[in-house]
């Protein structure tokens, strides 16, 4: 008896509690512990998740700071250029029709559906995967040869998640709340109907954890400090008071009143003339320093942080010369830019090309993320073709070119 048998065997009689017998490789422990996932009801009178505050996380991604850590992200995976290739493994004489079924991939990728094209469909659901980590796309064969698929973006907010799931290709995985009444509240989606993006995936629950949602209460605190700022350098708070020593009430009322009648606003010099001069009392010190820009500076370094930018990218330059900006540039590059396209890429190879269509010999790739520096990229490809390590046409495919012609 080995080790793990005796322990097994142990704790059976310590617990009086017997393992399961289960078919070869098939999970034995809980995929959500429900004392950290409370259930609600979900498809088929199987219990779902719903993800909280999407309303709030929508609003928050429409202020300045938000939008511009999110569209910086977003509007870069979306212009990269991009190829569909054979993956490693396999070649291009053993798959029948490989040339005309990349074809076909990329034109139905180029155009996912009647109303828009790979930019569009792709910036939707990059912002909701940014913003709350519940990116959503359903993935519909056609039967046509020349467009096998269409794709469409679906609010991943609203998509519950049956944590009871098995993996049976049969069985609904996924749900979306419609909002209606009755048997349409609910849309079942099976697995390989939908390609949920999950961004910062973790065990305990089935959703992710968008960007936004970690720089919530941030975002939330420089909101709030942006407006308090703005209200003072408008002049509608108040930061002084005037001081009248032995005033009587009558003449402390007469003041106000003229000072409300005919100062205020006007644009007049004000003249007095009492006993004691009046005294100016300042409730601050009247300077920038009131406005806590220094605060605000170090909440846009912690929203940066959260969206795994430099801060430089986000307005703040202070600390940023020649010599460091181009490494600020790469390592916003590689920490905010590359993980989402890469998962993005991977979810469009194993859901949509392999678990939809079948056809598990394909990959999706972005061009743009082997090498920034295309000077840098072309003299690699020179030394590996002079030294004879690749073949002109093994770099014409890793450039996205079609094979030269005999």
Excluded at 365 to 386: A, G, K, P
Aim: glycine fraction near 6%; charge should be negative.
């Amino acid at each position: 008896m080995n080790l793990r048998s005796a322990l097994k065997s142990t704790w059976c009689r310590l617990t009086g509690l017997h393992a399961a017998a289960t078919t070869e490789g098939a999970r034995k422990t809980a995929l959500l512990p429900s004392i950290l996932s409370p259930l609600r009801p979900g498809a088929n009178g199987q219990p779902a998740l719903i993800k909280p505050t999407p309303a709030n996380l929508r609003r928050f991604a429409e202020t300045p700071v938000a939008r511009r850590a999110i569209n910086l992200v977003k509007d870069k995976i979306a212009s990269m250029d991009w190829q569909i290739r054979v993956r490693r493994g396999h070649t291009t004489a053993e798959i029948p029709d490989a040339d005309s079924k990349l074809k076909a991939l990329r034109r139905a990728l180029e155009e996912p559906n009647s109303s828009d094209s790979f930019r569009t469909l792709f910036e939707q659901v990059i912002e909701d995967t940014l913003v709350g980590g519940f990116g959503a796309i359903e993935m519909e064969t056609t039967g046509d040869p020349e467009a096998p698929f269409h794709l469409y973006p679906v609010d991943g907010a609203t998509i519950q998640v049956d944590p009871a799931w098995k993996g049976d290709p049969t069985q609904p995985r996924y749900a979306q709340q419609t909002g209606r009444i009755g048997t349409d509240a609910l849309i079942p989606l099976l697995d390989d109907e939908l390609m949920y993006i999950r961004l910062n995936p973790r065990s305990h629950t089935p959703f992710g954890l968008g960007r936004l949602e970690v720089a919530f209460e941030t975002v939330n605190q420089f909101l709030s400090a942006n407006r308090y700022a703005g209200r003072l350098a408008s002049n509608t708070v108040v930061q002084y008071a005037l001081w009248l020593n032995e005033a009587t009430p009558e003449q402390h009322d007469r003041l106000i009143r003229w000072w409300q009648d005919e100062i205020e606003g006007t644009g007049r010099v004000p003249i007095l003339s009492s006993e004691n001069k009046p005294e100016v009392l300042r409730f601050a010190g009247g300077t920038d320093a009131d406005l806590h820009i220094a605060w605000q500076e170090f909440l846009l370094r912690i929203i940066a942080n959260a969206f795994d930018l430099p801060p430089m990218l986000l307005g703040l330059t202070g600390d940023v010369n020649r010599s460091t900006a181009g490494e600020m540039a790469d390592e916003a590059f590689a920490s905010a830019i590359v993980p989402v396209a890469k998962l993005f890429a991977e979810h469009i190879t194993r859901d949509l090309f392999a678990k939809r269509l079948g056809w598990r010999e394909f990959e999706f790739v972005f061009n743009d993320l082997e090498s920034r520096d295309e000077t840098e990229e072309l003299n690699i490809q020179i030394q590996l073709l002079q030294n004879k390590v690749l073949t002109i046409a093994e770099v014409r495919e890793m450039r996205g070119l079609p094979p030269l012609q005999a």
